[in-house]
T-cell receptor, first 112, second 110 residues
Framework: DAGITQSPRHKVTETGTPVTLRCHQT?????MYWYRQDPGHGLRLIHY???????DKGEVSDGYSVSRSKTEDFLLTLESATSSQTSVYFC???????????FGDGTRLSIL | ELKVEQNPLFLSMQEGKNYTIYCNYS?????LYWYRQDPGKSLESLFV?????AVKQEGRLMASLDTKARLSTLHITAAVHDLSATYFC??????????FGDGTTLTVKP
């Protein structure tokens, strides 16, 4: 299995609080991604990174920010969580543009 | 904006039967991936299709890509219960970005 770890695996928090999710990889892959998965919507890309300090927005980036200061870590931050951000969040990695992505185990985030 | 449509979204089939899942997409791309997700689990890669006419097979599953028609198919032969899962296609556009379909939830009944 690709070495990719998401933390925390589960989190419950209140509306308006900041939340940071961490994705850590041991594969030295260039690309890292954050997705959210909601019933009826498949996976939707939030942000992705194509190198250290190189990030770009996905289709559902509003309300989220990311940072990648090291190859191995990609952080997703909800500055002020809202109930609409309750979801399962997946991190994924890949080393080139022509291979499948490897996914982490997901973080189940509930915002009350 | 790239749109990826899978159909059907839900599929219930009997063991031993054959069926095909379709993945249509709206813009030019020659890179398409199929993933499997078991309930409550992560996604795992099944197939990587990188050119027009590409065909990949693994066990009872076979995937193909027609870039001119912007269509990929995932064919299931003689379904067994272990194939019950949700299957996603994902179309890659640029810089490694992929757009996923909404998934096809397959239930194989005895």
């Amino acid at each position: 299995d690709a070495g990719i770890t998401q933390s925390p695996r589960h989190k419950v928090t209140e509306t308006g609080t900041p939340v940071t999710l961490r994705c850590h990889q041991t594969e030295n892959h260039r690309y890292m991604y954050w997705y959210r998965q909601d019933p009826g919507h498949g996976l939707r890309l939030i942000h992705y990174s194509y190198g250290v300090k190189d990030t770009d927005k996905g289709e559902v980036s509003d309300g989220y920010s990311v940072s990648r200061s090291k190859t191995e870590d990609f952080l997703l931050t909800l500055e002020s969580a809202t109930s609409s951000q309750t979801s399962v969040y997946f991190c994924a990695i890949s080393d080139t543009e022509t291979v499948a992505q490897h996914f982490g185990d997901g973080t189940r985030l509930s915002i009350l | 904006e790239l749109k990826v449509e899978q159909n059907p979204l839900f599929l219930s089939m009997q063991e031993g039967k054959n069926y095909t899942i379709y993945c249509n997409y709206s813009t030019t791309s020659d890179r398409l991936y199929w993933y499997r997700q078991d309930p409550g689990k992560s996604l795992e890669s099944l197939f990587v299709l990188l050119s027009n006419g590409a065909v990949k097979q693994e066990g009872r599953l076979m995937a193909s890509l027609d870039t001119k028609a912007r269509l990929s198919t995932l064919h299931i032969t003689a379904a067994v219960h272990d194939l019950s899962a949700t299957y996603f296609c994902a179309v890659e556009t640029n810089a490694g970005k992929s757009t996923f379909g909404d998934g096809t939830t397959l239930t194989v009944k005895p």
